[in-house]
Each structure stands twice: as structure tokens, then as C-alpha cells.
């Protein structure tokens, strides 16, 4: 009887402990840095066959071709001359790469502190013809993570390249003391000749500069000789910067603090004329008329932990005024046609106002079968991009309908 009591003791002690591990850990999302040899790197360019898809980022859109981002990768091309049936030319290897920018057949790209040039005239023979070494700085897109990992990068010899993020558990106390330590970093065409990309972009085109935005620069580059971009000296902007948009002689940037206001009369030299502080949320932000129009995602390192759309009257630029705002559940890209606003609200899917009122947005439709990152409002059709699916739209009176549906997988 006695061993029995004491058998039975020992299951229970063993149990509790098992609980008590079990209550001692937690899921974290745990960023592992992926690196690459120096050496490599300098050698990391080149035009191949089409592949599958890994992480789509952002998407370009020029003449007959839609671009698709493979985060830190590359960018796959895809031939899009009939929108029903679109189909993968080639992919461009470049590591590190999350932003282009195309004029004049000419495509840039960041490639971390590169910036690369490529001919696109040939669509089927792509040729390198241009890099420019370390004139982006802080340009390396961090995820968000819970912990990120980079303890042990041989900075002498490798060069960070991207993350790889997966959900591990780990030892809620050892998290814990780490958080006192770890220091955290964040994360419409104007011409014919220019091509669009998404509310996410991080390049923009303008006439004959180019504007690249990292954490808090606005690196100018002259492109008049567009094989030959000459860099110019950068402007200093502010903090957490995330996105840039143009619209007439002004860039409007989208940071986690807020929104930043430039003039650009002058091209090489952006000059500040105001913000509008938001608090702390990722964000990007479309311009139409006198309103801009900014939806803030928390949560992760976003900071904030409500999610929304953010319609800021512009109409005196000097002095940018929140209008009224609308709750989200998490946003990403948007964009505008006409008097429709499309909102990319993450795994709540697509959303379709019509902004005719601001006051008072009426929701056309929602697609909640979606998971959607950005979109691009085209003369003719939407494009979108989400969860590894290129979508496109046809726009009709109130609504859209869709065109084709491409898995880039």
C-alpha cells in the first residue's frame, strides 16, 4: 500500500511539473537572419528561368508586364499582354531585393546597399548594365518578429540578406530578459514612360529623379541619363519611414510615426514642409485631391494596437488635419480609382468603398475569401497582390469583377 501511495505521489509530482514547464513557455514569432558571403553577394544578379514563388512582396506594373517582388530575392516578370491569361517570362535574381522602379525601359532596384540598373528593352534577354555600390543605406526590411536572431552574423565577411520567420516555443522568463536588451529596427505614374507601383513602394520616379526612402533618408538620384543615375546627396526625413508616394510637386512619406510632407519644386533638394502624427503604427498613404488617405496597421512591431483608415484633409499643405477615421481589422495597401477606395485589409480581404462622401464611406463590397497585401488601380483593370496570388479586376459601375486569378507558386 505504501509503494502504491508513493508510486502515485511520484505521477502526480511529475504531472504538475510538466504543467508548470508547460505554463513557463510561450509561442513567439523568431526571426532568423539569412546571410551570404561577401563575396557572393557582389556576384548575386542574374536574369533565369521562371520559378516558383517564395514571399511575395510588392508588385510594378509597366506597359504589358506586371512585376512581382519575391521578398529579398528577386522579381519574377510576368508577361500580362492578356490580363485572362497572364504568364511568367523570366525571374531576376538580386539579393536582398524588395523595391523597383521602371522608366524608359530602364528598371532599378535595391539589392541592401546597391542600387542596380537594368536594361528591360529585350524582355527575353535582360541585361545588367549598371550598379552603383553603397548608396542606400539602412535599406535592410526587418520582419516583424517577436526576437530576432542575429547574434553570430561575421559582419566582416557576410552581409545580411533577409529573415526567415517561424513560430518557435520559448522560455517566457528568457524572452523576457532579453526584451531589456535587444534593440529593435524597423522596416500613380506621373509619366508614360514611368511605371506604377503599389501604396507600399519604397522607390518613386518623378520626371528625371528618382526618390528611394529607408528607415529615415530620402536617398535623390538624377536619372537623366538613365543607364548613368548619378546620386545625389541624401535628406534626412525623420524616423521608422516605410513608404513614399508623389503626387504633383509633392512626396508624401509614410512612416510609423506619422505622415511626412515635401516639396519637391525644386528635385534635387526635397524640402520639408509639414506632418501629421498618427502615434505609432505601419502605414502607408494615396493621395487624391485635398485629402491623403492612410490606413495604420498594429500590432507586431507596428507598435499600435488598434488598426484603421486615416482620412487627413491636405488642403492646406502646411497644416494637414485628421478628417475622420474608420476601423480596420489589418490593413496593408490601398488605393484609389475615381471615387472608389480599395483597402488590402489583410486576412479580412478586400474592401471596396465608394469615397464620394468621406464623412460617410459606403462599403460597395467585401471579398473575405482574400488574404490581400496590395493593389494597383490601373486605367482598365486592379491589380492585387496576396498570399502568393496575382488577382486582377475588371472595374464595372459600382463594383469590380474578376479577370484571372494567377498562383505564383
Not at 509614410?254 to 498618427?278: C, K, L, N, V, W
Request: aromatic share 10%; with cysteine.
Amino acid at each position: 500500500m505504501k509503494n502504491c501511495i508513493i508510486t502515485l505521489l511520484v505521477v502526480l509530482g511529475l504531472v504538475s511539473c510538466n504543467k508548470k514547464e508547460e505554463a513557463d513557455f510561450a509561442d513567439y514569432l523568431v526571426a532568423t537572419p539569412l546571410t551570404m558571403s561577401l563575396a557572393d553577394f557582389k556576384n548575386s544578379v542574374d536574369v533565369v528561368a521562371p520559378r516558383p514563388i517564395d514571399e511575395s512582396g510588392k508588385i510594378y506594373a509597366y506597359e504589358n508586364y506586371i512585376f512581382v517582388n519575391d521578398k529579398y530575392k528577386g522579381v519574377h516578370v510576368i508577361d500580362n499582354s492578356d490580363p485572362n491569361s497572364p504568364q511568367k517570362i523570366s525571374f531576376i535574381k538580386i539579393a536582398g531585393n524588395v523595391d523597383i522602379s521602371i522608366k524608359g525601359n530602364f528598371l532599378y532596384a535595391d539589392s541592401l546597399t546597391d542600387l542596380m540598373v537594368l536594361d528591360i528593352s529585350e524582355i527575353n534577354a535582360i541585361k545588367i548594365v549598371n550598379r552603383l555600390e553603397d548608396v542606400l543605406r539602412d535599406n535592410i526590411v526587418w520582419p516583424n518578429a517577436d526576437i530576432y536572431e542575429y547574434d553570430g552574423i561575421d559582419y566582416e565577411n557576410e552581409i545580411l540578406v533577409g529573415w526567415d520567420v517561424k513560430i518557435e516555443s520559448r522560455l517566457i522568463s528568457e524572452v523576457n530578459s532579453r526584451f531589456d536588451d535587444q534593440i529593435f529596427l524597423a522596416e500613380t505614374a506621373n509619366d508614360s514612360q514611368v511605371g506604377q507601383g503599389g501604396s507600399l513602394a519604397r522607390f518613386k520616379i518623378v520626371n528625371d529623379y528618382l526618390y528611394a526612402v529607408d528607415s529615415h533618408t530620402i536617398n535623390v538620384f538624377e536619372i537623366s541619363d538613365l543607364e548613368n543615375p548619378r546620386d545625389l546627396e541624401d535628406v534626412y526625413a525623420g524616423f521608422d519611414i516605410e513608404t513614399i508616394f508623389n503626387k504633383g510637386n509633392n512626396l508624401f512619406l509614410g512612416s510609423m510615426r506619422g505622415m511626412y510632407i515635401y516639396d519637391i519644386t525644386s528635385p534635387a533638394t526635397p524640402t520639408f514642409i509639414s506632418e501629421f502624427q498618427h502615434g505609432t503604427a505601419c502605414d502607408p498613404v494615396v493621395v487624391d485631391g485635398d485629402y491623403a488617405y492612410v490606413t495604420l496597421r498594429g500590432g507586431n512591431n507596428c507598435g499600435a494596437t488598434e488598426s484603421g483608415l486615416f482620412i487627413v484633409d491636405i488642403s492646406d499643405l502646411t497644416t494637414p488635419v485628421l478628417a475622420t477615421s474608420y476601423a480596420m481589422d489589418e490593413p496593408y495597401g490601398l488605393g484609389i480609382k475615381d471615387n472608389k477606395l480599395f483597402i488590402c485589409d489583410g486576412k479580412s480581404g478586400l474592401k471596396i468603398y465608394d469615397k464620394t462622401d468621406i464623412e460617410n464611406l459606403v462599403l460597395l463590397n467585401h471579398y473575405e475569401n482574400n488574404i490581400t497585401f496590395d493593389v494597383i488601380p490601373m486605367n482598365e483593370t486592379l491589380i492585387m497582390i496576396g498570399d502568393d496570388i496575382l488577382y486582377q479586376y475588371r472595374y464595372l459601375d459600382n463594383d469590380i469583377e474578376l479577370i484571372s486569378s494567377m498562383n505564383l507558386n
